[in-house]
């Protein structure tokens, strides 16, 4: 995974809850079993319609909106424990989601894929939609060695919760394996010293 330590970036606003995750990812989009190519489909029925056309007005076809944030309503992730969700925001491009409320599943997912899910307070969510409603290209800065979330334009910020494992993981750039390759010799050390009952 790609190291993640702050993220200074414009927001893309999806105003709706209960996203779920086949919202996300419709279901007929998971045949494959490697993680690339799962972006395209992002968001699919929203971002397309049945005639297979754009949406024009649907946030992340919107030419207004750009960035590295995807910043939703709560219960972001509900539905389904399918990790393909994860991997589809990733694969379009999104390394943070912001949203008042992750379901717990999805967030393990997005967390073991490179994926941070900053969870703020309603109210600062409410501020967040604000300020990208004002200015599209309103900048947001989330710094995870710090655990904050910040309105640049104003200064207001907020901390979030985190994992410590995790957080450690994103910031170096480990999955679980790299993350106990990282530990080989403190293992051999422990190992070479414990007791032997055999």
Aim: charged fraction near 25%; glycine fraction near 6%; include cysteine.
């Amino acid at each position: 995974m790609e190291k993640f330590k702050k993220l200074n970036s414009p927001a893309v606003p999806v105003a709706i809850a209960d996203i779920d995750t086949d919202q996300i990812i419709p279901a007929r989009f998971l045949k494959a079993t490697s993680r690339e190519g799962f972006g395209e489909n992002v968001f699919r029925d929203w971002r397309y319609d049945k005639n297979g056309e754009l949406v024009q007005d649907f946030p992340l076809n919107d030419s207004k909106y750009s960035g590295k944030i995807l910043v939703a309503e709560k219960n972001f992730g509900c539905g389904s424990s399918r990790e393909h969700a994860a991997w589809a925001i990733t694969d379009y491009g999104f390394k943070v989601v912001v949203s008042s409320f992750f379901a717990d599943i999805f967030k393990g997912n997005a967390l073991n894929n490179g994926l941070l899910p900053v969870q703020v307070s309603e109210a600062f969510l409410t501020k967040v939609f604000s300020a990208i409603q004002k200015d599209p290209q309103t900048a947001l800065e989330v710094d995870l060695e710090n655990q904050t979330i910040t309105l640049v334009a104003t200064g207001e910020k907020e901390q979030f919760e985190i994992n410590e494992y995790k957080k450690e993981c994103m910031i170096n750039g480990y999955d679980d394996i790299d993350y106990l390759i990282n530990q080989k010799t403190e293992i051999e050390n422990y190992e070479s010293k414990a007791v032997k009952f055999w």
